[in-house]
């Protein structure tokens, strides 16, 4: 299906040449919508760069897939917002603690609170791993509202309310600053080269 979907979306990018490719999904669908994003963003014939917005995601590859997908995202190949509720029990699938971190995220996390919001990216240190591991930890975020908690409902309930912060923010304004993104993607996005 992934070839026959890009070849579709070629034909389009060529015959409107300003367009760009973005890719969303929700639960499984973040997650295919993230592989998709990655692998597309690694064909020439696919002007950069590719965007996903995924909601809801569970974690997709490991330490390996984060270094690749992180190198497109450096070379301006690749745009990544990864949305996430608070107490969505699916965004820590397949369970961090119980696969002893070999699974990873990537891109920029915006994680909704209800009335706040965090953005973070993962940057692969190894600092706070046991804080990382408890919190992400299936023990830590067994709730009655995980169901809620990952409903396309509850998750547009939590953007409405951080609506107006949001609103002003651009994603690839968040790849240019190195609190967000850190140095070296920052680096190569202000240098125009994204």
């Known amino acids: 299906k992934y070839e026959r979907i890009l070849d579709q979306a070629k034909v389009l990018l060529k015959k409107y040449p300003d367009y760009r490719l ?14 998709f994003a990655f692998m597309a963003s690694t064909d020439e014939e696919v002007p950069g760069p590719v965007t996903c917005v995924s909601v809801a995601s569970p974690f997709v590859g490991g330490v390996n897939f ?13 745009r990544y917002l990864r949305i996430v509720n608070h107490g969505d029990i699916v965004t820590i699938m397949p369970f ?54 990952h409903s396309p409902g509850e998750y547009d309930i939590r953007l409405e309310v951080t609506k107006e912060d949001l609103s002003s923010m651009y994603l690839n304004d968040l790849y240019q600053d190195a609190k967000h993104v850190g140095r070296s993607i920052a680096k190569k996005a202000k240098k125009g080269e994204s």
């Open 22 to 35: 973005y890719v969303a999904g929700h639960s499984l669908g973040a997650a295919l919508a993230s592989v």
């Open 66 to 78: 984060r270094k690749a997908f992180q190198y497109q995202e450096k070379e301006g190949r690749l």
């Open 96 to 149: 961090y603690a119980i696969n002893l971190g070999s699974y990873k995220h990537v891109g920029v996390e915006l994680k909704l609170y209800g009335d706040k919001y965090t953005l973070r990216y993962p940057k692969g240190s190894q600092g706070n791993a046991l804080v990382r591991t408890w919190s992400t930890s299936v023990f830590n975020n067994l709730s009655t509202q995980y169901l809620v908690n």
